[in-house]
């Protein structure tokens, strides 16, 4: 993952996203992470900021690429419901079983990756998940509303500075790839963040 943040550190990635964190992505976390059972892998965690949502049901690696980030994210395991093995990996060189994980978890990482890694790493996603698991994915879209598109591009530059995403990624690469089959695909705030559903 790249970006100005990562080379910073989590603290500064935590402050630039405090105020989306509690006006927009703390219910769609909630949404997402709650009802989950069984053996979860989490890729790119950063400072772990889905951990506080995750039930009793499950147990949870996450990894991330960033030992600053890794630092945060030990911190936020204290206020998980559950035990939370941190790991620092590469999501193109996942160093775990394959068939492994009832649940996979990836909140807005294929869209902050280079293009050129992006179908390595859903093929090392796929690879680790069991039959039948349940691969869940955040990304950001572009608006439908011509007005608010227009805003989103203007001001993209900011956004691809500090985390290098790119729009409107995600759905098509996993619709390409065989392995997985499409669930369901919603909003989950306005029509710029989309949750994607899949079992492969």
């Known amino acids: 993952m790249g970006g100005l943040v990562y080379i910073l550190g989590g603290k500064v990635y935590d402050f630039l996203d405090e105020y989306f964190e509690r006006t927009r992505y703390k219910k769609i976390r909630?949404?997402?992470?709650?009802?989950?059972?069984?053996?979860?892998?989490?890729?790119?965690?950063?400072?772990?900021?889905?951990?506080?949502?995750?039930?009793?049901?499950?147990?949870?690696?996450?990894?991330?690429?960033?030992?600053?980030?890794?630092?945060?994210?030990?911190?936020?395991?204290?206020l998980s419901k559950v035990n939370i093995n941190l790991k620092q990996m590469d999501i193109t060189k996942i160093d775990l079983l394959d068939n492994t994980f009832d649940n996979v978890i990836a909140t807005f990482i294929l869209c902050v990756l280079p293009k050129k890694i992006e179908k390595q790493a859903l093929d090392e996603l796929v690879r680790v998940a069991k039959p039948g698991a349940r691969v869940y994915f955040l990304e950001y879209v572009y608006s439908q509303n011509k007005l608010r598109a227009f805003i989103m591009k203007a001001t993209s530059l900011i956004p691809k500075l500090l985390f290098s995403i790119r729009f409107n990624t995600t759905y098509q690469l996993i619709k390409n790839n065989k392995s997985l089959k499409i669930e369901r695909v919603g909003f989950v705030h306005d029509d710029v963040v989309r949750l994607i559903g899949e079992c492969n």
């Not at 009793?56 to 395991?77: G, H, P, Q, T, W």
């Open 30 to 78: 909630e949404k997402m992470l709650s009802g989950l059972k069984g053996k979860v892998l989490e890729a790119g965690c950063g400072t772990g900021r889905n951990f506080p949502y995750y039930n009793k049901n499950v147990s949870v690696i996450a990894f991330d690429k960033s030992l600053k980030m890794l630092k945060i994210a030990k911190e936020r395991i204290k």
